[in-house]
């Protein structure tokens, strides 16, 4: 239906959103400005004990800072309520005393149509309960009894029964008046392909029903009492009311469960539901009969920002995960991040519950891995890389489904984790296999890690940064020669790390041997390759050129310093991001966005490959150490732009 924006307009002026969104959440009234509209609260739409959700009544919008969900008074609705479209329009009508406008009647068939399918629906849910109590169910209630499901259970769940019988449903439902053609579109009964009388979809099975996020039937799920059924769990065929992919089992009570503190587990199956639930994990819901779909994914995060994916402990449960890594990775980020359980060898949720307890099940769900380990995993698990050929392989991998990510902060922190886990992984091999302190005393002080102190050996072998005085040396080179006088601050004045750690590991230097020191500077490790490199970079004329910022009294002046050549480091690396995004965005017509955004990347590329000299003299004494290196660096044209 199309509404005027006038309309709309007014809705949103007559109601205020604190109103709508008031009945969901807690202000917190220290922190909220009445007078103002403006208000804060705790977001509902995930778990959270601080108020991060702000609601500006004036601007008619909400946004949670924590989850980074959004949106007006129709979204929330639509969001924290499950309702669609209209029916939130004529909520917020008749709050707003307003009159709806005159609705296309296709529209109005349609809308009245569903209500119908739902009634039906809703019947047989009624019929299927009633049916558990009769005697063809004794099987039924045997085994629903051993799975201990009592009748508070069936009550909650609305389980029901569906006998062996072909016209069982349908007959009883033509006896209320329903029409056939209702009953065949609500999936509840199929016409043979012959053109014989319609018959029952589920006969002799266990019946669940799936309800929305309101609360409506919607389908339903059978599992067969035959143990040679050819399937042993059915669900209804796809409907006007039923998108299998859309939609969750156990959805709507799950949303409360979980605005109210608890986490959001998925697990495989409605008896596992059932389980989880029982056992106190009320945010539990499950997929409908298949693999979990973008849909899913995005309602389970409107519901949390971090769900917990609770897998059987089994091939098929890890092959489950597995694929499940290429379809979240595209789609992950701050507010949107997953985690993973495994269960026992051979176990479910409602296994594990049954035999070992609600504990049991805390401490798996407690042991949940991130995203990133199982991508690990994926790529590690019972391969040998005892060459530089496979270790590379495993780089291109692993970068490729990292660069999958839309975030970049995110893709970053990824980078860091595999970082660490492939120096577990190589660090053996790698490291001294010596005595701590080497032949050549490299490491000074008390003990081994970060605040240990490189004390300066005897100069090596000039390396590439001696090569940097040639003319004609690229922009690659230049921050070679910044890159190592950041790692020499960094290894002279070890209480600095603490301060840009994330800012060293987003270096990701292209020589193993200075990934390796960044590494030990980290970790307080000391391999082999780290020291060698630290060795080289000492030797360095531009950095021997530099005594002030290599005396360790000078803390203060290096922190500066450090500061200053990350700095050069980080705008020229995003300048070059930026340009490049632009000019794949230059393919239309620019607008005025576009054009000043390229010219901020353009100042920005000016700024870092000619930095102004001036902005030094805050440096004190050291300035001059540094100043030398820049003017030797412009003095030999490595300010150029990069070679293609």
Same mark, same amino acid.
């Given at each position: 239906?199309?509404?005027?924006?006038?309309?709309?307009?007014?809705?949103?002026?007559?109601?205020?959103?604190?109103?709508?969104?008031?009945?969901?959440?807690?202000?917190?009234?220290?922190?909220?400005?009445?007078?103002?509209?403006?208000?804060?609260?705790?977001?509902?739409?995930?778990? /959270?004990?601080?108020?991060?959700?702000?609601?500006?009544?004036?601007?008619?919008?909400?946004?949670?800072?924590?989850?980074?969900?959004?949106?007006?008074?129709?979204?929330?609705?639509?969001?924290?309520?499950?309702?669609?479209?209209?029916?939130?329009?004529?909520?917020?009508?008749?709050?707003?005393?307003?009159?709806?406008?005159?609705?296309?009647?296709?529209?109005?068939?349609?809308?009245?149509?569903?209500?119908?399918?739902?009634?039906? &629906?809703?019947?047989?849910?009624?019929?299927?309960? &009633?049916?558990?109590?009769?005697?063809?169910?004794?099987?039924?209630?045997?085994?629903?009894?051993?799975?201990?499901?009592?009748?508070?259970?069936?009550?909650?769940?609305?389980?029901? =029964?569906?006998?062996?019988?072909?016209?069982?449903?349908?007959?009883?439902?033509?006896?209320?008046?329903?029409?056939?053609?209702?009953?065949?579109?609500?999936?509840?009964?199929?016409?043979?392909?012959?053109?014989?009388?319609?018959?029952?979809?589920?006969?002799?099975?266990?019946?669940?029903?799936?309800?929305?996020?309101?609360?409506?039937?919607?389908?339903?799920?059978?599992?067969? &009492?035959?143990?040679?059924?050819?399937?042993?769990?059915?669900?209804?065929?796809?409907?006007?009311? =039923?998108?299998?992919?859309?939609?969750?089992?156990?959805?709507?009570?799950?949303?409360?469960?979980?605005?109210?503190?608890?986490?959001?587990?998925?697990?495989?199956?409605?008896?596992?539901?059932?389980?989880?639930?029982?056992?106190?994990?009320?945010?539990?819901?499950?997929?409908?009969?298949?693999?979990?779909?973008?849909?899913?994914?995005?309602?389970?995060?409107?519901?949390?920002?971090?769900?917990?994916?609770?897998?059987?402990?089994?091939?098929?449960?890890?092959?489950?995960?597995?694929?499940?890594?290429?379809?979240?990775?595209?789609?992950?980020?701050?507010?949107?991040?997953?985690?993973?359980?495994?269960?026992?060898?051979?176990?479910?949720?409602?296994?594990?519950?049954?035999?070992?307890?609600?504990?049991?099940?805390?401490?798996?769900?407690?042991?949940?891995?991130?995203?990133?380990?199982?991508?690990?995993?994926?790529?590690?698990?019972?391969?040998?890389?005892?060459?530089?050929?496979?270790?590379?392989?495993?780089?291109?991998?692993?970068? /490729?489904?990292?660069?999958?990510?839309?975030?970049?902060?995110?893709?970053?922190?990824?980078?860091?984790?595999?970082?660490?886990?492939?120096?577990?992984?190589?660090?053996?091999?790698?490291?001294?296999?010596?005595?701590?302190?080497?032949?050549?005393?490299?490491?000074?002080?008390?003990?081994?890690?970060?605040?240990?102190?490189?004390?300066?050996?005897?100069?090596?072998?000039?390396?590439?940064?001696?090569?940097?005085?040639?003319?004609?040396?690229?922009?690659?080179?230049?921050?070679?020669?910044?890159?190592?006088?950041?790692?020499?601050?960094?290894?002279?004045?070890?209480?600095?790390?603490?301060?840009?750690?994330?800012?060293?590991?987003?270096?990701?230097?292209?020589?193993?041997?200075?990934?390796?020191?960044?590494?030990?500077?980290?970790?307080?490790?000391?391999?082999?390759?780290?020291?060698?490199?630290? /060795?080289?970079?000492?030797?360095?004329?531009?950095?021997?050129?530099?005594?002030?910022?290599?005396?360790?009294?000078?803390?203060?002046?290096?922190?500066?310093?450090?500061?200053?050549?990350?700095?050069?480091?980080?705008?020229?690396?995003?300048?070059?991001?930026?340009?490049?995004?632009?000019?794949?965005?230059?393919?239309?017509?620019?607008?005025?966005?576009?054009?000043?955004?390229?010219?901020?990347?353009?100042?920005?590329?000016?700024?870092?490959?000619?930095?102004?000299?001036?902005?030094?003299?805050?440096?004190?004494?050291?300035?001059?150490?540094?100043?030398?290196?820049?003017?030797?660096?412009?003095?030999?044209?490595?300010?150029?732009?990069?070679?293609?």
């Amino acid at each position: 239906m199309s509404l005027p924006p006038q309309f709309l307009d007014e809705i949103r002026a007559r109601v205020p959103l604190s109103r709508v969104i008031g009945r969901k959440v807690v202000w917190d009234l220290r922190r909220s400005n009445q007078a103002k509209g403006d208000w804060w609260a705790p977001c509902p739409f995930h778990g /959270e004990k601080t108020a991060s959700f702000h609601v500006d009544d004036q601007k008619g919008f909400y946004y949670c800072f924590g989850c980074h969900a959004k949106g007006d008074a129709l979204t929330f609705l639509r969001e924290a309520e499950g309702l669609g479209f209209i029916e939130a329009v004529e909520l917020l009508a008749s709050e707003a005393g307003l009159q709806m406008p005159e609705r296309d009647p296709r529209q109005v068939q349609r809308a009245d149509r569903r209500s119908a399918l739902v009634e039906v &629906m809703e019947q047989a849910v009624r019929w299927f309960r &009633m049916q558990l109590g009769m005697a063809a169910a004794e099987q039924a209630r045997d085994y629903l009894a051993r799975r201990g499901l009592d009748a508070a259970a069936c009550e909650q769940f609305g389980i029901g =029964f569906a006998p062996d019988q072909r016209q069982g449903l349908f007959n009883a439902l033509r006896s209320k008046g329903i029409a056939e053609a209702l009953i065949v579109e609500a999936g509840l009964v199929a016409r043979p392909d012959d053109g014989g009388a319609p018959f029952d979809r589920f006969r002799g099975r266990i019946t669940f029903p799936i309800r929305d996020g309101r609360g409506r039937c919607i389908a339903f799920g059978g599992r067969a &009492m035959d143990p040679n059924a050819r399937a042993k769990y059915l669900n209804s065929p796809e409907t006007p009311l =039923f998108d299998k992919g859309r939609n969750l089992y156990n959805v709507g009570p799950a949303r409360a469960a979980v605005a109210k503190g608890k986490p959001l587990v998925v697990a495989e199956g409605y008896m596992d539901v059932i389980a989880l639930v029982r056992a106190g994990f009320e945010g539990a819901v499950a997929p409908l009969g298949t693999a979990i779909t973008e849909d899913q994914l995005r309602l389970m995060w409107r519901i949390s920002p971090e769900p917990v994916i609770a897998l059987d402990g089994d091939s098929a449960g890890l092959r489950a995960a597995m694929r499940l890594i290429d379809l979240a990775l595209p789609m992950t980020g701050p507010g949107q991040a997953l985690r993973f359980a495994f269960l026992p060898q051979g176990q479910d949720p409602d296994d594990l519950i049954r035999a070992r307890g609600a504990g049991a099940m805390a401490a798996v769900l407690d042991e949940a891995r991130p995203l990133v380990d199982l991508l690990w995993r994926r790529e590690t698990e019972g391969r040998v890389f005892d060459s530089p050929e496979r270790r590379a392989a495993l780089d291109k991998a692993l970068a /490729e489904a990292v660069a999958r990510i839309p975030d970049k902060d995110t893709r970053d922190h990824y980078h860091a984790v595999l970082r660490n886990l492939k120096w577990e992984l190589f660090g053996n091999r790698r490291r001294d296999p010596g005595p701590a302190r080497t032949p050549r005393e490299a490491w000074q002080g008390p003990g081994q890690g970060r605040n240990a102190r490189f004390q300066p050996v005897a100069p090596a072998a000039p390396t590439r940064a001696s090569r940097l005085s040639l003319p004609g040396a690229g922009e690659e080179e230049a921050e070679f020669l910044i890159e190592a006088m950041v790692l020499a601050i960094c290894a002279t004045h070890p209480d600095l790390i603490a301060a840009v750690e994330s800012r060293l590991e987003r270096l990701e230097p292209q020589d193993p041997d200075r990934a390796a020191l960044i590494h030990d500077l980290l970790s307080g490790a000391q391999s082999q390759a780290g020291q060698r490199a630290l /060795e080289s970079i000492l030797a360095e004329p531009h950095v021997r050129a530099a005594p002030a910022i290599l005396r360790p009294h000078d803390g203060d002046a290096a922190a500066e310093i450090l500061a200053n050549a990350l700095d050069r480091i980080e705008a020229r690396r995003a300048a070059r991001e930026e340009i490049a995004r632009a000019e794949a965005e230059i393919q239309g017509l620019a607008d005025e966005g576009l054009t000043w955004r390229m010219a901020q990347s353009a100042r920005a590329r000016q700024q870092a490959d000619h930095p102004s000299l001036a902005d030094l003299s805050d440096l004190g004494e050291n300035s001059d150490a540094f100043r030398a290196i820049l003017e030797s660096a412009l003095k030999n044209e490595i300010w150029r732009k990069p070679r293609r």
